[in-house]
């Protein structure tokens, strides 16, 4: 199983930025992919941001152009720079991996962390 360290959640005031950071650990031979997922309360969970070992990002439509995602394969590091945020940006925000690793490749998630935006 893979261990995933979320940090950098908060509370920030409608057009701020936040930083998230998000470090994988365990036995992993080799992560596929690395993301963010947010789920809002009373809202299904849902893609912010994945980016693949071969450089490959996807945004959800309503973070592009604000949100960037940046990834390092090598230290198992994913990053998560969020500009320009709005209310509507609150949400518990999820780390993900895609990996080969100990019992075979999977899919493993952090605990969360909190982003609430509001004045």
């Known amino acids: 199983q893979v261990q995933l360290a979320e940090s950098g959640g908060g509370l920030v005031q409608p057009g701020g930025s936040l930083r998230l950071s998000c470090e994988a650990s365990?036995?992993?031979?080799?992560?596929?992919?690395l993301g963010w997922y947010r789920q809002a309360p009373g809202k299904q969970r849902e893609l912010v941001a994945t980016?693949?070992?071969?450089?490959?990002?996807h945004y959800g439509d309503s973070v592009k152009g604000r949100f960037t995602i940046s990834g390092n394969f090598t230290k198992n590091t994913v990053s998560l720079q969020m500009n320009s945020l709005k209310p509507e940006d609150t949400a518990v925000y999820y780390c993900?991996?895609?990996?080969?690793?100990?019992?075979?490749?999977?899919?493993?998630w952090g605990q969360g962390t909190q982003v609430t935006v509001s004045s």
């Open positions: 993900y991996t895609d990996a080969a690793r100990l019992g075979g490749r999977a899919e493993d």
């Open positions: 365990g036995v992993i031979f080799q992560i596929f992919a």
């Open positions: 980016i693949t070992r071969g450089g490959i990002s």
